[in-house]
């Protein structure tokens, strides 16, 4: 049985394998007859909003075959207290996979634990691999292996997207380095875990010089909301702008995962300089999830 739970759980194999099929999927969208989730139904259980994720996965898993069922849990017993472990055995007599957002990825391990069906993480507060592995694989897409390059993540380096960021390094020997202020560091233990060349900062220009690629996420993350006025204060000027592009790599490119609060994380003319780049990025979404399907049911 396999599951998506994290990128610190996911080997450099599978990562490749996941990576290199998605060119595939893109390549053929539309065209192919390969129905890997023919006959099934999987289940999204979402506990917190989403656009990218949700539309992505329910496309994805009908294009593969399958039938997404949608369960908001404000709309199921689990939003009324039901056990996550309840809720995976019973989901786990009906439906063929889950794909859940939530906060704590220990109900994401404890709905794999209990379910006995293929679970994908997709976002929790510790990590969001769907993303990550987008993000690579729409880098590569643009500018070959990922490999020996520089990736520099700017703001919230304690946060979901640059935790997952962290577990890809080492595996795909990239440089990754992480400006943000001293509250908003990754804790020493996941970089430990992680091993690799991880570079943390205060020094958002000694980050950005020479960068390949320069990523940035929200400063306030879902479920942060009440640490919003401490956070913008905290975090101004860990932007990504016209002056930090200038100091990066000449084809530096510039991705944000996405929802994109201008005039914090990132300026409005950088955002749609690079805007090409950041809704390939979205696009890519789709295809690379189809992938993680077809990876995960194979
Ligand atoms: N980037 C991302 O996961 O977007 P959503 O929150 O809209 O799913
Ligand atoms: N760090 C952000 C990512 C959104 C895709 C959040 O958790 O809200």
Redesign the pocket.
């Known amino acids: 049985m396999k599951h998506l739970l994290s990128l610190e759980k996911l080997s450099r194999e599978d990562m490749k394998i996941i990576l290199q099929n998605s060119a595939v999927l893109k390549n053929q969208r539309g065209d192919s007859q390969h129905q890997p989730l023919a006959g099934q139904s999987w289940a999204l259980i979402f506990t917190k909003s989403s656009t990218r994720t949700r539309v992505s996965f329910e496309v994805g898993v009908y294009e593969l075959g399958g039938r997404p069922m949608f369960l908001s849990s404000n709309d199921i017993q689990l939003g009324r207290g039901e056990p996550i472990k309840d809720t995976a055995r019973v989901l786990g007599r009906m439906v063929h996979g889950a794909i859940i957002r939530t906060f704590a990825q220990s109900d994401v391990n404890e709905f794999a634990e209990f379910s006995g069906i293929p679970t994908i993480n997709a ?1 929790t507060d510790d990590e ?1 691999p769907c ?1 990550v592995l987008t993000d690579i694989f729409t880098f590569q897409e643009k500018r070959g292996p990922i490999a020996g390059k520089v990736v520099t993540f700017v703001g919230d380096g304690a ?3 640059p935790i997952s960021w962290i577990f890809a390094a080492a595996k795909l020997g990239f440089e990754l380095r992480i400006a943000a202020p001293e509250n908003f560091q990754p804790a020493p233990e996941i970089l430990k875990r992680a091993g690799g060349k991880i570079i943390v900062t205060e020094d958002l220009k000694a980050a950005a010089e020479g960068a390949d690629l320069l990523y940035t ?2 400063w306030i ?2 479920g942060k909301e009440t640490e919003s006025a401490q956070r913008i204060k905290e975090l101004s000027g860990y932007q990504i702008n016209g002056d930090l592009v200038k100091i990066a790599k000449p084809d530096v490119l510039v991705m944000h ?1 996405l929802p994109a609060y201008r005039g914090k994380e990132i300026d409005e003319a950088t955002f749609e300089t690079h805007a090409q780049t950041i809704f390939d990025e979205a696009e890519n979404r789709l295809h690379v999830q189809k992938s993680i399907l077809n990876w995960i049911v194979s």
Request: aromatic share 0%; charged share 10%; net charge negative.
């Open positions: 976002l969001h993303q946060c979901n997207m996420d929200v993350s879902m995962c």
